[in-house]
C-alpha cells in the first residue's frame, strides 16, 4: 500500500515534470520561431519596400530628367529658330 502510493507519487512527479519541460519548449520554441518569423518577414519586406522605392524614385528621376531635357531642347530649338527667322529676315 505505501510502496503503491510511493510509486504513484514518483510516476505523477515524473510525469508533470515531463510535462513541464514539454510546455516550457513548446513556450520557447515558439518564441523563437515568432522572432525568426518577425526576422524573415521584416528583411522580405524592407527588400520588397526598397526595390519599390528604388522603382519609384527612378520613375520620377527620369520624369524630371525628360521634363528638364524638353525645357532645355525647347529653349534651345526656339532660340535657334528665332535666330534663323532672324537671318533670313535680316537677308530680305
Known amino acids: 500500500m505505501v510502496l503503491n ?3 504513484s507519487m514518483v510516476l505523477n512527479s515524473y510525469m508533470s515534470m515531463i510535462l ?6 513548446n513556450s520557447y520554441m515558439s518564441m523563437v520561431l515568432n522572432i525568426y518569423k518577425s ?3 521584416n528583411s522580405y519586406m524592407s ?3 526598397n526595390s519599390y522605392m528604388t522603382m519609384v524614385l527612378n520613375s520620377y528621376k527620369s520624369m524630371i530628367l525628360n521634363s ?3 525645357i532645355v531642347l525647347s529653349s534651345y530649338m526656339s532660340m535657334v529658330l528665332n535666330s534663323y527667322k532672324s537671318m533670313v529676315l535680316n537677308s530680305y
Do not use: G
Not at 513541464?20 to 519548449?25: D, H, P, T
Open 5 to 7: 502510493s510511493y510509486i
Open 20 to 25: 513541464n519541460s514539454y510546455m516550457v519548449l
Open 39 to 41: 526576422m524573415v518577414l
Open 47 to 49: 527588400m520588397v519596400l
Open 68 to 70: 528638364y531635357m524638353s
